[in-house]
DNA sequence: TTGTAAGCGTTATCAT
DNA sequence: ATGATAACGCTTACAA
């Protein structure tokens, strides 16, 4: 047995007025009698009526829904981004509609033109790691004025606005820290150069130096993964070297992890003798026995304002004009147990 | 400037045929010449042309689109069940549109009406803590046949089928576990015995001790929240009554962690005094400098087979059949340093 | 092999 | 205050 959905149209017939009538009713149009209003309303309550929102966007183009690419939405920064989406949008009736690339440019393209398919109202993305010709988003620009929207991963792509943190500072106000803790000989781990995310938090670790009148050695600055082991592996080569900072400042938490696993194997006391500092400030930091100081990226906050851009994008392309905005968050420090020395 | 997207329309305006040939050629009907085919396809590049699923959508009555309802999308479980369906149904052309709830029953059902408003092909949902009457959902049945499918947090209503993992296995075998490592005096910290997932997990826990000889003690029962602070409450209970036992079983992850840091605080030694398990196998379990032991909950296994629960649900569902499906994932033992004794 | 036309459920523009 | 009708872009009988 197939349940069909009432229409407009079956109410119309029921009543014995017109479609136009019970549509006008159903959205509060002024010039329709209160009467008619409610009687509409009881009988669309009675036969189940619920509003086809496809019809509706067909005739609008208006769908109401965004799209979402992450690379995979089971990690702490990007669910916490899709919440902050999802909680800036929802209000406005806005869906949001996610895919993962898995890091794969060809799966991104897929699922890009599939949400055009699905005349998404918007998209929101964070490039995945083999993003490097970026023809099919520009493509985008130009066939339609559905507006993207970069979080975090971005590209340099004219008319696409921006969300990202400020990491250049966050690169600073982390190794200030650490110097303000009394650290002399700053460390820093850090992550794939190749990536500007990790090369702006360098920068902020070396103005930060130079501002407080250190000099920057370069054989300070160990390239390392964002991985436990990686973490580890750093600590034995600076010991080997005989070459133990007195603080570690890591672009990834998990490498200050590691780093930290391996300094307590090695019997060097946190902070007292080697002070520690990661990025992104994920769950775990907080929970370890020893809480590693970090530096959080207020991801709920990048995607509410993701969806605020969003939302500005929308009205401006209704008047016509068109703005592209830049916004940069700023890093928060949060400081634990493992660079607290004072 | 608005860029208007092409229609089949516009292509069969520049190459003097019907839209009807334009439709067919572009869905590859076998009745339509490999010239016309070719030279369709040609111009459909040329212009640019999207196909528009909406209006297919309306009317072929499938958007393609199913919902998921979670209380938040930022936790380990919900992002990765999430993404277990993503990668279960996008093969086959589906999109999933995430809401949260926030626990709250109220914006779960305006979700779920929302959600059928916007004609989605099915709803997966964990219901919210606040959600006792159910008349939302249940409507929802009566009135389509749109197919329903809870995970985890699921409630009984007929119609509606399931996938949960077996929580009183996942009790079981935590504590035989403990058993086997030589513990003769097993704790149990239940979690909110108003739900059924942790009486569930109590039952396992019974039913071990009794099957190995144990008797079980009521006092060794001890109501725990599932969180840090809970855990280090219980561990200052139970010293209080001089009666620190020789392993706890935590039916969650955040309260073992608790306890595992009040017991580091009383020098008493884990595994050797006091063996820990906990559950759900949170990723923060694995990055202790005391690994802790966890039942894994599978839950991106979850999403994959709550996607294909509703595979078959919507192949039965063209075929007039609808069986309604019960399953229950096998809970998966991660023994870690905090219970290994040999 | 291709064309004509109806229909999916709305909303909006004319009329009345 | 209400009605008739076209339109949104597509698919699909039914014809030819």
């Known amino acids: 047995m197939n349940k069909k959905n009432a229409t407009i149209y079956d109410i119309s017939k029921k009543l014995n007025i ?8 159903l959205n509060d149009h002024p010039r329709i009698s209160v009467a008619t209003k409610e009687l509409v309303a009881k009988t669309a309550k009675e036969m189940n009526y619920k509003q086809n929102n496809l019809a509706k966007a067909l005739k609008s183009g208006e769908t109401k829904n965004v799209g979402i690419i992450v690379p995979y939405v089971n990690t702490n920064f990007f669910s916490s981004v899709i919440r902050g989406i999802e909680e800036e949008l929802s209000p406005f009736g806005y869906h949001v509609i996610i895919c993962q690339s898995h890091e794969e440019v060809n799966i991104e393209r897929g699922h890009l033109n599939t949400l055009m ?13 083999t993003t490097v010709d970026t023809e099919h988003i520009r493509s985008i620009l130009d066939t339609s ?19 990202t943190i400020d990491d250049y500072r966050g690169g600073y106000i982390a190794t200030e820290h650490l110097i303000r803790e009394g650290c002399k000989n700053i460390c820093h781990f850090s992550g794939d150069l190749n990536l500007e995310i990790y090369r702006n938090r360098l920068n902020g670790y070396k103005q930060a130096l130079a501002d407080h009148g250190f000099q920057v050695k370069e054989e300070n600055i160990i390239p390392t993964g964002s991985s436990i082991e990686a973490g580890v592996e750093a600590i034995k080569k600076l010991w080997d070297r005989k070459s133990i900072p007195d603080a570690i400042f890591s672009a990834s938490d998990f490498a200050a992890l590691g780093a930290c696993q391996e300094l307590k194997k090695k019997k060097i006391r946190i902070p007292q003798e080697v002070a520690v500092i990661g990025f992104s400030n994920e769950p775990f930091t907080q929970f370890m026995e020893l809480p590693i100081s970090s530096v959080d990226q207020t991801p709920v906050m990048m995607g509410k304002m993701a969806g605020q851009v969003f939302l500005e994008n929308i009205k401006e392309n ?12 700023t890093p ?11």
Chains 1, 2 share one sequence.
Not at 145 to 163: A, E, H, L, M, Q
Not at 318 to 329: M, P, Q, R
């Open 145 to 163: 004025n559905t507006p993207i929207i970069f979080f975090d991963r971005k590209k340099d792509i004219p008319g696409i606005s921006t969300v």
């Open 117 to 129: 398919n699905a005349q998404v109202d918007g998209v929101f993305m964070s490039v995945s790691r």
């Open 332 to 342: 928060q420090l949060h400081i634990r147990k493992s660079s607290k020395r004072k």
């Open 318 to 329: 209704s008047s016509g004009i068109s703005i592209e905005k830049k916004v940069v968050l």
């Open 18 to 25: 017109s479609v136009a009538t019970v549509s006008r009713a």
